[in-house]
Nanobody
Framework: QVQLVESGGGLVQAGGSLRLSCAAS????????MGWFRQAPGKEREFVAA????????YYANSVKGRFTISRDNAKNTVYLQMNSLKPEDTAVYYC?????????????????WGQGTQVTVSS
């Protein structure tokens, strides 16, 4: 079992930055590939970014490529999402997720554990 707790969300103006953190506890963190997803009101949950268990492989949704960066610190059992050049359309609840195998994935169904989410609101 892995417990995930996100933090770092908030209200920011368009063009600003935020860094989300996801602290993991439970089983060995570095055995899991990690991902970030988001869900806006009235929309389905969508993939944002993923990172392999080693951190060597990353993948991004086209909508955030070049603006967002996923990273992990296995010593701290934490994964991060650095979000720059934020846009109003980035407004959503952001969730981190852990996948119980090493390869990264872009579908929510591939992930076994989820955090409670953190709200990100970008004003225009």
């Amino acid at each position: 079992q892995v417990q995930l707790v996100e933090s770092g969300g908030g209200l920011v103006q368009a063009g600003g930055s935020l860094r989300l953190s996801c602290a993991a506890s439970g089983r060995t963190f570095n055995n899991y590939a990690m991902g970030w997803f988001r869900q806006a009101p009235g929309k389905e949950r969508e993939f944002v970014a993923a990172e392999s268990w080693t951190g060597a492989g990353t993948y991004y949704a086209n909508s955030v490529k070049g603006r967002f960066t996923i990273s992990r610190d296995n010593a701290k059992n934490t994964v991060y999402l650095q979000m720059n050049s934020l846009k109003p359309e980035d407004t959503a609840v952001y969730y981190c997720a852990a996948k119980g195998s090493v390869g990264l994935a872009t579908t929510a169904a591939s992930y076994n554990y989820w955090g409670q989410g953190t709200q990100v609101t970008v004003s225009s």
